[in-house]
């Protein structure tokens, strides 16, 4: 599965955004799929996660009660809302099979990052 991210931009905090991962080659509905995000200077981390069902949402406590994640068939969404500085990012899509769902590791296939940018 080939992976396409996009959506991200500069917005002031407060404000929201909203990402999406569009998949070709393969239906979404095969695979866990999630967010990481980087920030500058700092190591990749793991933002959410859905099931390959879709039916369940993994967060991470930084973004929790902020972020939702959502599929259809072929695309991932990640709905950002009350945007933080601190959520300045490159935020990468992935996508498994099996696996961790915390774990960078588990994941084969990534799509390139897009930049998310909150001023304060």
């Known amino acids: 599965v080939q ?7 500069l917005v002031q905090a407060g404000g929201s955004l ?16 999630a967010w990481f995000r980087r920030a ?9 996660a859905l099931d390959s069902s879709g039916g369940t949402a993994y967060y991470a406590d930084s973004v929790k009660g902020r972020f939702t994640m959502s599929r259809d068939k072929n695309t991932a969404y990640l709905v950002l809302n009350s945007l933080k500085p601190e959520d300045t990012a490159v935020y990468y899509c992935a ?3 099996s696996g961790s769902y915390w774990r960078q590791e588990s994941y084969g296939y990534w799509g390139r990052g897009t930049q998310v940018t909150v001023s304060s």
């Not at 992976?3 to 931009?9: D, E, F, T, V």
């Open 18 to 33: 909203k990402l999406s991962c569009a998949a070709s080659g393969h239906s979404f509905r095969a695979y866990s799929s």
């Open 3 to 9: 992976l396409q991210a996009y959506g991200g931009g």
């Open 40 to 48: 500058p200077g700092k190591e990749r981390e793991f933002v959410a």
């Open 95 to 97: 996508a498994q099979r």
